[in-house]
């Protein structure tokens, strides 16, 4: 499992420089019920195709941004930094 | 070097550079440019090694690597091709797989023994009775294997080398070499991966044709790259290509591949094809051509195109009598050499060497036999598709070139050469600089009049070529027929395997390993598949090839493993505890010191005096900005909101489970700025845990991981006090550094910010300064302390002091499932904050009555071990997370897990672990200065 993905700050780097941060999920907060909460710590989507997901630039300028990756084929067509981005949360 | 024929241009050996090697104590002479192989052929080498299973001699017989024939231990390296590998001064040559010698290998019985050994014999044979299996075994195992493993570790520097480029050639012949000029030509940033030593692929044995040294002059002229002894052993998706040469691996992630992997020659299957002496056409041209020996004198070749009547013609001029066979029943023509058309070799003779070969029409049992010490086989060529295979491309059997050719590719993949079903030199140059030319085109290089050109190029790839008209599927008579060299598997073998139901090409690698050898298929995967086809009664485009997987050629285990690395830290200090006589231990990456005296002595000093622990290994973090309480604030269940500049607070870090994740300090040191601690083994974890908040909240905070530029030290004691004033000019009565503040101040001239806090529960002060003073610091205290009795301590007199305090580590003592109530630190949540992560997942939790994290006595000689069980009337029930023995409570004392009904002050249990047993009793209150008095003084 290798392959590029485009740091909004570094540019093209090898994946093996960053760390996965998992697909995006919506939090529960303090008045969420049970069910939300379990959905949001034990449940992910699983997709196969394109996901949104967080990735950490681990080996490079350790920032945080939201990829848009094709969970399949590992192409990652869309990355950016999440405060450029209205409405997603983690 | 008396068989060396005369000089020729385009040999490779400079006769003026002798080279000389030892061959099992022999000394071998050679030239530089010379192969192992090629010097052991001018040597009069015939046999280069035993057969894998029936221990039958085997010789030179393709010359390109594509075959397990002449694996050898050279300077200890077990199984290298000699017949690739470049000859170096002085090295060591050894030949494999035989006792006493190759040449006398008493394992020769074995093959009179083959009825004993069919395909999966293993599996079947020695099994019944019982107590056979175990007997026999051990020889088994010390039969099989090819080489000797070296004991000596590796120590040769072994990199990893990333490179990226437009375009990736892959295979330096013809074709490669045309696409590497059209490409960086057009202005792509361009490498080609030559596998052997030199590029030129099938051009380099040829007598005639186009040169290689131009086409590579061409590509290099043009800025392509060209790695050679660099062999592409894998692709994967990305794409990334795997390869790997003497002392790297390389990573290479092109935009566009161009495979002219070329074509690998397939021997031919009759009773004993594999005799020395029995060689592929590539073979018989290199000795000949580029290395200049004659391999054999009489010699006979095989063939069904003009192939052979090139290979017939190099042996004729080289002194050789020569007779054609060839397939086709118009034949060829003869020139200097006999033609006997429409027959094939139906079997050959010899043992040592081959003798003679029986001459008949295709599918007879017999015919003329006709003495012989050389035999070609020529023009039988599989093409190279396995790397191509892994891109995803689809391969589609040709009735023309009978074979499986790539057909459709993935958008970025290109073939060209005898890969693509090339079979001239001049149609793989034009496929070679078609596909270079798309390549860059397909990558933004566009040259003018591309179209046109690309145009021209496909008339001139696309070249009509005559059938292939392949040999027999196998012979007829006594003697051996081998489908696989690597693996000794037979054509009768495969057909008992069939017949016992492994009826597909991949059931029959599985049962009877074929393909699966040294030569991963390249030698005998259209043996194979074919022999299958004629056993199940199915037609060859039906029976497709095994899977192609990375390693498609050998590669080194060094290669894969890389250098060693083990990541390690050390404080600058460290060489200061190594003076003063510490043993070290790990602490996450970092080394740390375990005890410099003994532990209890240490502990000694604290108590009554005082004493200092390097503390550099702290995670240490610095929040600034206006969102860093907010920030705080949502990732603590405490609250900071409301901590006064210079104060420092206690805070647990949850996830939203409610789990306790790290515990530390938070310092506030301006309204918008804090200096947090976390644990050492947890720093790098929670530098993304908070970064990753802090980026999904996008709260307006800086998050700066500050651990490596802090060196620290904990001062404790009594007499901390008295050091410190020796230590600094500024105040350091209680009044004014009292406990839980934060103050900066200089610390022997050092700008330093200490902290009233300490994990040891004495007066202390945890002193935070630019790590490059670490050991003028380190010394100053040891100096300032030396009157008041200061011992350095370690981390073992650490653990037996906090355990007096019942402070409680994070991962030691908690799990992945303990929350705050649980381990009595509820007091640190406040459950009326609008929201931190936790406070969801906390609901409800304090009333859970489940287990509890409690201190203990336990009044024993016995120290229970970490893990030792808690158990009532012999059922399991909890379980201690640390013990120590402690003179202050003069007993063990330790923590442990237990129902939360026996969680009050008194309760006795029992703890077991193996035939050990104590009983403990819980001590809520911590056993040194419950109070807390001396921390605060």
């Not at chain 2, 385009?10 to 000394?27: L, M, S, Y």
């Not at chain 2, 069919?118 to 599996?123: A, R, W």
């Not at chain 2, 190099?314 to 002194?319: N, S, V």
Request: charged letters at 25%.
């Amino acid at each position: 499992m290798t392959f590029l993905i485009t740091c909004p700050n570094c540019g093209p780097r090898e994946a093996l420089e960053f760390s996965f941060g998992g697909e995006t999920t919506r939090r529960a907060g303090p008045d969420a019920t049970d069910v939300e909460l379990a959905g949001y710590l034990f449940f992910r989507g699983n997709v196969n195709g394109w996901q949104t997901e967080w990735w950490l630039h681990r080996d490079g300028c350790r920032r945080w941004f939201l990829a848009e990756r094709h969970t399949l084929t590992n192409e990652v067509r869309a990355t950016y930094w999440h405060n450029d981005r209205e409405g997603s949360t983690a | 070097m008396s068989e060396r024929l005369p000089p020729r241009p385009g040999e490779a050996i400079a006769r003026d550079r002798p080279v000389t090697f030892d061959f099992e104590g022999r000394k071998v002479r050679a030239f530089e440019g010379d192969t192992v192989g090629s010097a052991l052929a001018a040597a009069g080498v015939r046999i280069t090694g035993r057969s894998f299973k029936y221990h039958r001699p085997r010789g030179i017989m393709c010359m390109t690597g594509s075959c397990p024939n002449c694996l050898m231990q050279i300077d200890g390296i077990p199984n290298v091709r000699s017949c690739t590998e470049p000859v170096r001064e002085g090295s060591t040559v050894r030949r494999q797989n035989a006792w006493p010698s190759v040449d006398r290998d008493v394992h020769g019985w074995i093959g009179v023994f083959s009825f004993m050994l069919p395909p999966g014999f293993y599996y079947k044979l020695f099994h019944r009775p019982r107590w056979v299996w175990p007997l026999v075994e051990p020889f088994i195992r010390s039969k099989a294997g090819l080489g000797k493993v070296p004991r000596e570790a590796d120590h040769d520097a072994r990199e990893v080398q990333n490179h990226h480029c437009d375009v990736l050639v892959i295979g330096g012949g013809a074709a490669g070499l045309a696409a590497a000029a059209e490409a960086a030509g057009a202005g792509a940033s361009t490498i080609v991966l030559e596998e052997r030593s030199e590029p030129g692929g099938s051009l380099l044995g040829s007598a005639d044709g186009v040169g290689a040294e131009s086409l590579l002059g061409d590509a290099e002229a043009a800025g392509a790259r060209v790695l050679v002894g660099t062999a592409a052993f894998g692709v994967f998706g990305g794409p990334l290509v795997a390869a790997a040469s003497r002392d790297r691996l390389h990573r290479i992630r092109p935009r566009h591949l161009v495979f002219a992997t070329g074509a690998t020659e397939q021997g031919a299957v009759f009773p004993n094809n594999d005799r020395p002496g029995i060689m592929l056409s590539s073979a018989v041209e290199l000795l000949v051509n580029r290395y200049r020996v004659l391999p054999g004198r009489r010699a006979v070749v095989l063939t069904s195109d003009d192939h052979g009547y090139a290979t017939a013609r190099t042996l004729r001029d080289a002194g050789a009598q020569v007779t054609v066979v060839d397939l086709r029943p118009q034949g060829g023509t003869a020139d200097g050499f006999a033609v006997i058309p429409g027959s094939t070799i139906v079997a050959a003779d010899g043992r040592r060497r081959v003798r003679e070969v029986v001459v008949g029409e295709p599918g007879s049992h017999g015919g003329r036999s006709i003495p012989c010490d050389l035999v070609a086989l020529a023009g039988f060529a599989a093409p190279s598709t396995n790397l191509l295979a892994m891109t995803g491309a689809e391969l589609t059997f040709d009735e023309r070139a009978q074979a499986f050719l790539p057909i459709e590719l993935p958008p970025n993949v290109h073939a060209a050469g005898a890969v693509a079903g090339a079979r001239s030199t001049a149609a793989a140059i034009a496929q070679g600089r078609l596909a270079g030319l798309e390549a860059a085109g397909a990558t933004g290089h566009l040259t003018p009049e591309m179209d046109e050109r690309i145009e021209r190029l496909r008339l001139e790839a696309a070249v009509d070529q005559d059938p292939v008209v392949l040999p027999p599927e196998a012979g007829a008579g006594a003697g051996k027929q081998f489908a696989c060299l690597c693996m000794d598997v037979t054509n009768k073998e495969l057909k008992t395997a069939v017949a016992e139901g492994f009826d597909s090409m991949e059931l029959l690698k599985r049962y009877t390993t074929i393909t699966m050898g040294p030569c991963q298929g390249k030698a005998c995967m259209t043996a194979s598949q074919r022999l299958c086809s004629r056993a199940t009664g199915s037609s060859f485009p039906e029976t497709r090839p095994t899977t192609a997987r990375p390693p498609w050629t050998p590669v080194e285990l060094g290669t894969m493993a890389g250098w060693r690395r083990t990541p390690r830290k050390e404080s600058t200090m460290h060489d200061r505890h190594t003076d003063a006589g510490a043993t070290f231990m790990w602490a996450g990456d970092w080394r740390r010191p375990h005890r410099y005296a003994t532990p209890e002595a240490e502990v000694e000093a604290v108590r009554n005096r005082v004493g200092v622990i390097d503390v550099s290994s702290l995670g240490k973090f610095r929040i600034r900005g206006p969102g860093a309480v907010e920030l705080l604030e949502r990732l603590y269940p405490n609250r900071f909101a409301d901590l006064r500049v210079g104060r420092i607070r206690y805070g647990l870090m949850l996830n939203d489970e409610g789990v306790i994740i790290d515990d530390g300090t938070v310092c506030r040191l301006d309204e918008d700025e804090f200096f947090v601690t976390v644990t050492t083994g947890n720093t790098a974890a929670l530098e993304r845990w908070i970064t990753w908040w802090n980026a999904d909240w996008r709260f307006d905070a800086q998050v700066l991981n500050v651990t490596g530029a802090y060196g620290a030290v904990n001062l404790a004691g009594p007499a901390s006090r008295e050091v410190m004033r020796a230590l600094t000019h500024s105040d350091v009565s209680g009044e004014a550094v009292p406990y839980l503040s934060a103050t900066r101040m200089e610390v022997a001239q050092v700008p330093a910010l200490v902290l009233r806090i300490g994990f040891v529960g004495e007066l202390g002060y945890e002193i935070h300064f630019p790590s490059m003073y670490g050991e003028h610091v380190w010394d100053a205290i040891v100096a300032a302390g030396k009157e008041h009795g200061i011992a350095p301590f370690g981390l073992e007199a650490q653990r037996i002091l906090r355990l007096e305090k019942q402070h409680i580590l994070v991962g030691q003592d908690t799990d992945a499932e303990s929350d705050p109530y649980e381990v009595g630190l509820g007091w640190t949540v406040k459950a009326d904050k609008e929201d931190f992560l936790g406070k969801r997942g906390l609901v409800g939790l304090d009333e859970v009555a489940g287990e509890r994290l409690v201190g203990f006595t336990c009044p024993s000689e016995w120290l229970p071990p970490e893990g030792a069980s808690v158990v009532h009337e012999g059922v399991w029930v909890g379980r201690v997370t640390s013990a120590r023995r402690s003179a202050a409570a003069g007993s063990v004392v330790g923590l442990a897990w237990i129902p939360a009904g026996w969680a009050s002050e008194g309760t006795g249990f029992e703890i077991q672990f193996g035939s050990n047993r104590a009983r403990a009793t819980v001590a809520l209150r911590p056993f040194y200065d419950p109070d807390g008095e001396r921390l605060r003084s």
